[in-house]
């Protein structure tokens, strides 16, 4: 495929040659009216507003872009639909680096989450026969940078129109975590022998660790929907973000072996046999995928809710939203190098309202 030319603008950062200092909402996803209790239907109190600065453009005409991630101070962007990984040049435009073969796209499904770690590009994409991670090579030096042979990572994680999950990361302690969704069949969750409706974690090379919470299973917590959004705190703590369906998107802690309640329980329920979110949203006003975490805050990237979330983990039931309705559909947001926020719009997946210039990365820094 002819790699397309678009517009690069730094905002006052080099992107190359110096390093730089983490579901789409389905037709089920539409809310229906509110079955919760009269107290959790309240909407969470707001805190002093994060010191974000205003967004400057890094990179437009992006089609339907899914992950953001570094490779030596070098951003890399996954397409869904094309397939392609793109690198952005310190010379004002993106680059094809490779299409990765075996994409099978449709609906939610495509080239999803990317990952970087010593000199492999790990993807989570959707094939024929299902999702599937699998690795690459990184080759090159910025600007001409190429992909190795594929290496199957793992296979077999069940796929569909809609909730593939996608997002893919390396925690602190060196292993590699996956979100799975349901797949579309909501029973997959609470079957701990299907890969589904899962957060999995595993080796870099794919295999169980010896400390996962279920003796030879990927499985690290089940029981949930379509879960897109993974960080880790400076402590060590992980935390996720997920789709509801019509009722209550979720915030978690992720605990090894928990059972997040899906499909028998949404949101906060108060039953003991599962683990409550530390705070839910109306669909309409969030549809969570992406996450980072700087500073002692969570970024979560809102699709539906079309704005940026900021949750201090310090009183993580509260809440600072930013940019609403100003850009669009939110896919992801990421801590760049240099400290400064990199959010992914995502208007072009067929779902948003595509501006001249979508889809665009921002960078927000810090006041």
Same mark, same amino acid.
């Given at each position: 495929?002819a ?7 730094? &905002?006052?950062? /080099? ?19 509110? %079955? ?12 002093a ?8 453009? +890094? ?8 992950s953001? &991630?570094f490779? @030596?101070?070098?951003? #890399? +962007?996954?397409?869904r ?17 490779? +299409? ?6 449709g ?23 299902? $999702? ?9 030096? &910025? ?12 296979s ?9 999950? !996608? ?16 797949? !579309? ?9 299907? #890969? ?10 794919? /295999? +169980?660790?010896?400390? $996962? ?12 929907? $379509?879960?897109?959004?993974i =960080? ?7 935390? =996720? ?8 998107? @979720?915030? $978690?802690?992720?605990? /090894? ?6 499909p ?9 046999e ?43 039931g %509260? ?6 309705e ?42």
């Amino acid at each position: 495929m002819a790699s397309r030319r678009q517009t690069l603008r730094y &905002a006052g950062v /080099a992107l190359a040659g110096i390093p730089l200092a983490a579901c789409t909402a389905a037709p089920d996803e539409e809310p229906d009216p509110d %079955t919760g209790s009269a107290s959790a239907n309240e909407p969470a109190p707001t805190t002093a507003a994060t010191a974000l600065g205003a967004p400057e453009v +890094v990179a437009s005409g992006l089609e339907a872009p899914w992950s953001i &991630a570094f490779h @030596e101070g070098t951003p #890399l +962007v996954s397409e869904r639909d094309s397939g392609r990984v793109l690198e952005l040049d310190a010379q004002g435009a993106t680059r094809e680096v490779a +299409v990765v073969d075996g994409v099978a796209g449709g609906g939610e499904g495509g080239l999803l989450g990317l990952a970087v770690r010593e000199g492999f590009l790990y993807a989570y994409f959707t094939a024929s026969d299902g $999702n599937r991670i699998e690795r690459f090579a990184l080759e090159g030096t &910025a600007g001409a940078l190429a992909l190795g042979a594929p290496q199957e990572i793992l296979s077999g994680i069940p796929s569909a129109g809609n909730h593939n999950g !996608g997002r893919i990361a390396f925690g602190p302690d060196g292993m590699l975590y996956a979100t799975a969704g349901d797949a !579309g069949d909501p029973g997959n969750a609470q079957d701990r022998e299907s #890969l589904a409706g899962k957060i999995l974690r595993m080796t870099p090379d794919g /295999a +169980v660790p010896d400390d $996962n919470p279920f003796p030879g299973s990927l499985v690290y917590t089940w029981g949930h929907r $379509n879960p897109q959004g993974i =960080a880790w705190d400076e402590d060590g703590t992980m935390w =996720a973000a997920e789709f509801g369906q019509d009722t209550w998107d @979720e915030l $978690n802690t992720i605990e /090894a072996g928990a059972n997040y309640g899906w499909p028998e329980v949404e949101g906060i329920a108060g039953n003991g046999e599962y683990a409550d979110p530390v705070q839910q949203w109306s669909p309409d006003d969030a549809s969570p995928s992406g996450m980072a975490i700087a500073g002692g805050t969570a970024y979560i990237a809102n699709l539906r809710g079309r704005r940026l979330r900021a949750v201090p983990l310090d009183d993580p039931g %509260t809440s600072v939203e930013h940019y609403v309705e100003e850009y669009g559909r939110l896919r992801d947001v990421v801590t760049a190098p240099d400290g400064a926020l990199w959010v992914l719009t995502n208007n072009t997946d067929g779902r948003g309202d595509p501006g001249p210039d979508d889809d665009r990365i921002l960078r927000i820094a810090f006041e």
